[in-house]
């Protein structure tokens, strides 16, 4: 039966064009239309996966609509287990459906629900379901006691953040055998509700992807979380999410890398430092000038300056000024909390005093972070205010205290600076928040230029690290040149394979992919590679393989010549046992285990001491010999194209200091690697002079370049798993 896509409900509901495009709207038909199509006997959900801060309220607000336009009459909103996040929903939910209350619809927090006449019983009704037991026990004695004509309606039940306490397991290591409360609330309620279906919405879905199908627990079949259709939420024009953080870029292909200038690591001691009260480790009067807080001072500063050329290039646009804000972001302790509040108190503090004396440190600190943040600006095509001015705006900034600072640590701080929006206040021109995991999913910090991240759990978990990324959201191009993202090499090597990861599923999912399967693959223990259960994977720890992605070793340095030289000749030798007689520069077919022997050597003359930037020999031949023995040429399986280039000149670092991660060009090389790797992987071999004025050893070296084939089946490759038989989802999300 078709869908009515004339009724009150959604044509009014969606009648902005601005809020609601004909790509939104296709989403939401495609999504009602998925739940319909659904055999009665089909208990799997349907997914509706956007991105992080990137409209999925917006997107189930329209499903809501059109649903009660076609046969629904109550629909149930799950929300995160905080009370700020609850309050959050339902005061977006009432305002946005303003337009039919009360004639048509009611909306109720289920805490708070008042007795319902029959005239109310007869209106659409919204509930608002905080997934925690109370909530969901109330939430079953209304439906099935108090109220049991409205178990019997049409319902849709919308599980926001559907990742978390939606699913998971408890007891000892290798015991799954007992549901989580909270689960096995939500299922108990969805078997008894006859005439309901369920709608998944997250940006972070592994856990609900690695679920089995079906879920049996002591003899008992529980409803299946695992959805059977997946349906993308469209991503607006100036949403900025992983893809800048953490691009996929090819060796030089001229577009402005937005990612060189955001990311500024921070040393492991520092967090360390900021982590509890230690006045032997930092001296509170010595906050302006003492080396342990280095990068935190370097880090406020910088918004500071941040702020303010964005505020004077809005100014001399003829509008008013915005507000802006920071977040440190990287202990779930309060005590941790407390310190970092005394710490960067005490650090405006002096900055501010420092601003009235006009203190050499303070200005040459500012003049630091004002050619930072030039470099930014200008390559990104906005023009940067003069330094003498920027500086006189940023001394009266904090002579006029307009910098804030809030602790934030528990649901009733967030609840208590909510604005109608639902998203924290900005209530000076310059906030910075300090807090933990409370400041993580669903809470929005508007215009956020400046994220201090430093939670390093034990096993990074995709759903948990990818949600505490409030810095992705709605951004201008203007304020993504002003920001900057610090963290430790090692958080930021693990959220770049995250984002990789995410990045090659929601491929997979696009519209029109008949295989959206993606593989998993681990090395065995005889070094042969082998399937891998998707549920042991841990997602930091792996590498996304995909059509055309480079995998090359990055941060090392040559060894030195007189224990390299040797071993080079040796590899220039092997080489040319294989090499196009009469053109060196040719591509040439050579057996896989010639290559990972090269490799092997290769590997042996590069020294990895740069912490965050490990050897990645494993993955290399990892990937080698996945690609190569699985090529769908049979005619290349077990070799691998191999491209030689010597006399190569490459500093070791970047113009703006990071070690460089692009001894191929797309144009030359990478072009005639990307003709021949259609099938099989093709390796390139840079033979480098390693010049010492380039910061190497003076002595000549390879770096090595492996290229994916064309036809390269998106696989997750684990060089690192899990112990655990089934993953479920870390409530408690322990560091």
């Known amino acids: 039966m078709p869908l009515e896509l004339n009724g009150h409900f959604y044509t009014n509901f969606t009648a902005d064009p601005e809020v609601y495009n004909d790509e939104l709207k296709g989403c939401i038909v495609e999504t009602m239309e998925k739940m319909e199509d659904k055999p009665a006997d ?27 336009d076609n046969g629904f009459d109550v629909c149930i909103v799950l929300t995160k287990g905080t009370k700020a996040l609850t309050k959050q929903t339902f005061e977006r939910i009432r305002q946005d459906f303003d337009q039919f209350i009360p004639s048509r ?78 689960a096995k609330q939500i299922n108990d309620i969805r078997s008894r509700l ?19 199908k079906d879920i049996v627990i002591r003899g008992n079949e529980f ?31 001229g ?43 370097k880090a406020i500063a910088t918004f500071i300056i941040g ?10 646009l003829g509008r008013e000024a915005d507000f802006y804000s920071f977040l440190v972001h990287t202990q779930t302790g309060r005590s941790a909390h407390d310190w970092q509040e005394e710490v960067v108190y005490n650090l405006r503090k002096a900055m501010t005093e420092a601003a009235e004396n006009q203190d050499p440190i303070l200005m040459e600190l500012f003049e630091e972070c004002y050619a930072d943040l ?18 006189q705006h940023a001394i009266q900034a904090l002579q006029d205290e307009y910098l804030s600072i809030s602790k934030v640590n528990s649901d009733e701080e967030v609840l208590a600076m909510l604005d109608l929006s639902g998203q924290l206040s900005l209530t000076s021109p310059m906030n910075i928040f300090i807090g933990g995991q409370i400041l993580d999913r669903g809470i929005t910090i508007s215009n956020l230029i400046g994220f201090y991240y430093g939670r390093a759990p034990k096993k990074f978990q995709q759903d948990t690290v990818l949600q505490h990324s409030r810095m992705y959201g709605f951004r201008s191009l203007e304020d993504i040149a002003v920001t900057r993202f610090y963290t430790t090499v090692d958080i930021h090597s693990a959220m770049r394979r995250m984002q990789e990861s995410d990045a090659a599923l929601r491929r997979r999912l696009q519209p029109g992919n008949e295989d959206p399967s993606v593989i998993c693959i681990q090395i065995a223990a005889d070094n042969s590679i082998i399937p891998c259960n998707p549920n042991k994977i841990l997602l930091s720890q792996v590498t996304t393989l995909r059509p055309y992605k480079r995998l090359l070793p990055v941060g090392f340095q040559s060894g030195y010549r007189t224990h390299i030289a040797g071993t080079v000749t040796m590899i220039d030798g092997l080489i040319a046992d294989h090499q196009v007689e009469g053109n060196p520069n040719a591509p040439f077919l050579m057996p896989l285990q010639a290559v990972v022997t090269i490799l092997r050597r290769i590997y042996g003359t590069l020294e990895f001491e740069e912490a965050g930037y490990p050897s990645n020999l494993d993955e290399m031949i990892g990937a080698l010999t996945h690609l190569s023995q699985n090529s769908p040429n049979e005619a290349e399986r077990g070799l691998v194209w191999v491209l030689w280039r010597g006399d190569r000149e490459i500093n070791r670092f970047k113009a703006n200091g990071r070690f460089s991660n692009a001894p191929d060009t797309s144009t030359q090389e990478g072009r005639a690697a990307r003709d021949v790797a259609i099938d099989t992987p093709a390796l390139m071999l840079l033979r480098q002079n390693g010049r010492a004025e380039d910061n190497w050893r003076g002595t000549p070296f390879y770096w090595p370049v492996l290229l994916t084939p064309l036809h390269t089946k998106t696989a997750l490759f684990a060089n690192q798993v899990i112990e655990d038989d089934l993953a479920g989802h870390n409530d408690d999300d322990q560091d």
């Open 105 to 182: 619809m009611q909306v109720y927090d289920i805490m708070s629900m008042p007795t319902l006449s029959r005239f109310v019983l007869g209106r659409k009704l919204v509930f608002i379901v905080k997934k925690e037991d109370d909530n969901l026990l109330r939430l079953q004695e209304a439906l099935l006691l108090d109220y049991p004509e409205l178990g019997e309606k049409r319902i849709l039940m919308i599980d926001d953040e559907a990742d978390f306490s939606s699913v998971g397991y408890s007891g000892k290591k290798r015991d799954v055998s007992a549901m989580r409360v909270v």
């Open 255 to 297: 577009e402005i890398n937005h990612a060189d200038h955001i990311h500024v690591s921070v040393p492991d001691n520092e967090l360390l430092v900021l982590k509890k009260r230690d006045l032997r480790r930092l001296n509170l009067q010595q906050t302006l000038t003492a080396p342990s807080i280095e990068v935190l001072r």
């Open 374 to 391: 030039t470099q930014s600006v200008t390559a990104a095509g906005f023009p940067t205010p003069p330094l003498d001015t920027v500086i």
């Open 307 to 316: 702020t303010t050329i964005r505020r004077i290039q809005t100014e001399n």
């Open 42 to 68: 089909d208990k799997h959900p349907i997914m509706l996966l956007g991105k992080i801060q990137s409209g999925k309220t917006r997107t189930f607000e329209g499903v809501m609509s059109l649903a009660f």
């Open 194 to 212: 006859p005439n309901s279906l369920l709608l998944q919405v997250t940006a972070t879905p592994y856990t609900l992807y690695l679920q089995p």
């Open 223 to 253: 409803l299946p979380v695992k959805p059977s259709h997946t349906v993308l939420v469209p991503v607006h024009g100036e949403y900025i999410g992983g893809d800048v953080y953490f691009p996929e870029v090819d060796a030089d292909d």
